[in-house]
Nanobody, 122 residues
Framework: VQLVESGGGSVQPGGSLTLSCEVS????DDWAIHWFRQAPGKERD????????????YYEDSVKGRFTISADNAKNTVFLQMAHLQPEDTADYYC????????????????WGQGTPVTVSS
């Protein structure tokens, strides 16, 4: 499976961005698609996840109510809509997959994308 992220960029505080993760080599049915982020000098942490085998997407507390994850199965693409962005959201954002079910444990991830940077600054 290969993952390609897009949609990162620079935005002012309070702004919005939508990230995309295109999955190739497999269908979304086999995977739980995660979004991780890594700020400078910090660990890479999962912020959201979606799986066709789970009823409810996962959101880390700091992004709940601001970020929305969704999947377009026909396009094999997962989106992360980010609203009300703040400077603390500045990070490299990575798409990643694990078989079937979401996990907050990075060591269980089977494949990673190359990452896309998001900068929130005035």
């Amino acid at each position: 499976v290969q993952l390609v992220e897009s949609g990162g960029g620079s935005v002012q505080p309070g702004g919005s961005l939508t990230l995309s993760c295109e999955v190739s080599g497999s269908t979304l049915d086999d995977w739980a698609i995660h979004w991780f982020r890594q700020a400078p000098g910090k660990e890479r942490d999962v912020i959201s996840c979606i799986s066709n085998r789970e009823a409810i997407p996962y959101y880390e507390d700091s992004v709940k109510g601001r970020f929305t994850i969704s999947a377009d199965n026909a396009k094999n693409t997962v989106f992360l809509q980010m609203a009300h962005l703040q400077p603390e959201d500045t990070a490299d954002y990575y798409c990643a997959v694990r078989y079937y079910y979401c996990s907050t444990v990075g060591s269980l991830i089977q494949a990673w994308g190359q990452g896309t940077p998001v900068t929130v600054s005035s």
